[in-house]
Structure formats: C-alpha cells, structure tokens
C-alpha cells in the first residue's frame, strides 16, 4: 500500500509541474492552458488518497488516547484542530460535540462509532458542490488565494479586450510564476523528508482550487 510520503510527493510533483511547462516537452500538441489545468485536475486521488492515510493515522492515535482515559482539554483542543481540516463541516460538527472533556460518560463511545464512519474531506469534494453550498470560509480562503498569486488581476486583464494568444501566453507564465513563489514563501515542502501537514493542506487545496477556477474559466 502507498504510504502518506509517496501520496504527498505526487501531490507536490503534478504543483511542481503545473509551474514548469517548459519543462514538459513531452507532451507535444498539447497547449500549456490544457497541460497546467490537467495537471491541478491529477492532484485529486493523491490528494484524497493522502487525507485518508493522515484520518486512519489521527483516528488511531484518537482511539489509543481514549484507551487511557479522559483527553484533557488541550488534547480535545488539538483533535479538533487537526480534524478541521480533514472532515468535511457536517462530520466535524458531530465528532466536536463529542470531542471534549465534559461532554458527558456516553460521548467516547459514540466519538469511536462518529470517528469510525467519517470519511475525508478534500478541495474536489468542495469544489463539486453548487456555489451556495459551498462553505464560507473555503471561499473565502480560495479567494484570498486567487489574490495572493494575482489571480484577479490577471482576470482583469483577460477581460479587456479580445482573448489572444499572446496574452493568454503572458498570464500563464505569470501565474507560473506568482504560483512557485508562494509556494517558496510559504515553504510547502518538495521531498518526502519534510511533511505536508493537516495545517499547510487547506492553503495548499486553496491554491489549487483558485487556478482551477480561474483556468476553467477562461479556457
């Protein structure tokens, strides 16, 4: 079975490519648009795949604790945190219910019975959904984004005029750009010594999500 190192590393390998098409020679006939939109669209079962490895491993450590009694507040606190980013809103809101040291005698064992059929949660699933059902938060985390990598700028610019290949040209190589220097700033890690956390895996779902939109859109 792949481990979470190799799942992170193809996430992190089709971000890389998507900033280097002059590097994908390989792929003659096809324009940098479609490769660099497919390239976001290939993160998808390495992304989901890569959740679920890191909500086995937090449920089990979960399970373990549990085992020995009570959590204290700052574990319950902790849990939380980390299943934020990993379950989708209305199975967090469930399991942190559960999820505190007051939450009464019966709670642990429905924790383990919530904890066991939750399933991850990933930037696809989201984006899938009509936009008024979509969370508000990821929103506006996608937007913060899209203007962090000039996104709406280069949407802006799109939008005066005819779409020509020249300028089409121009905006991609920026947003190649803006998109490697983010990715430097922030530090998401590029090999499998370093981890892509529960923390860094929203702005890095964000990223995504904002370039695919945007590509989408003007395809």
């Not at 590097?23 to 959740?51: C, Q, T």
């Not at 964000?206 to 945007?214: D, K």
Request: hydrophobic residues 45%; aromatic residues 8%.
């Amino acid at each position: 079975m792949p481990t979470e190192e190799s799942h992170q590393l193809v996430v992190l390998a089709r971000l890389s490519e998507f900033c280097q098409w002059r590097g994908a020679s390989a792929h003659a006939g096809e324009d940098p648009w479609s490769f660099m939109r497919r390239k976001l669209l290939e993160i998808e079962p390495a992304l989901a795949a890569f959740k679920g490895q890191l909500l086995d491993g937090l449920r089990e450590r979960l399970f373990s604790e549990l085992s020995q009694g009570p959590l204290s507040a700052e574990r319950c606190a902790d849990y939380r945190d980390l299943l934020d980013r990993l379950l989708s809103r209305g199975d967090f809101a469930d399991v942190a219910i559960h999820l505190a040291p007051d939450a009464g005698p019966s709670s642990g064992a429905m924790l383990r019975q919530l904890m066991i059929s939750a399933k991850p949660h990933h930037l696809f699933v989201e984006e899938r959904l009509p936009l008024a059902q979509r969370s508000a938060s990821w929103n506006r985390l996608v937007e913060e984004l899209s203007r962090r990598v000039g996104l709406d700028l280069f949407a802006r610019m799109l939008g005066r005029g005819k779409i020509t290949a020249r300028r089409k040209a121009y905006v991609l190589r920026r947003i190649r750009r803006n998109v490697a220097e983010y990715c430097t700033v922030v530090r998401i890690p590029t090999s499998a010594s370093d981890t892509l956390t529960p923390f860094m895996l929203p702005r890095v779902e964000a990223l995504v999500a904002a370039n695919l939109r945007f590509l989408t859109k003007y395809r």
